[in-house]
Nanobody, 121 residues
């Protein structure tokens, strides 16, 4: 089993910054893609950042240029640096990862429990 634990959420004013962290632990051999999703009240969960095992990143237009995803493979951590935050960025942010437990074991997808980000004056 694999656990993903997010931290770093909170209340921030419009235009401010936050850095989210997600720590992976458990039965881990290889972590492939890691992602951040968010879900605002009444809306569908949406992917806001994706990073491959080798550091290739992908963002939707809504956050491109404001959010930056990074990872530390040795420490099994993924980060989301969020700058120029807007009220519409308010949501629960979830960590997501594809993890394999062994060389010949297919990767499974895991979710964290989420951390609240509120952007308000």
């Amino acid at each position: 089993q694999v656990q993903l634990v997010e931290s770093g959420g909170g209340l921030v004013q419009p235009g401010g910054s936050l850095r989210l962290s997600c720590a992976a632990s458990g039965n881990i051999f290889t972590i492939y893609n890691m992602r951040w999703y968010r879900q605002a009240p009444g809306k569908q969960r949406e992917m806001v950042a994706d990073i491959s095992r080798f550091g290739a990143t992908n963002y939707p237009d809504s956050v491109k240029g404001r959010f930056t995803i990074s990872r530390d493979n040795a420490k099994k951590l993924v980060y989301l640096q969020m700058n120029s935050l807007k009220p519409e960025d308010t949501a629960v942010y979830y960590c997501n990862a594809d993890v394999s437990a062994g060389v010949l074991i297919s990767a499974q997808n895991y979710w964290g429990q989420g951390t609240q980000v509120t952007v308000s004056s």
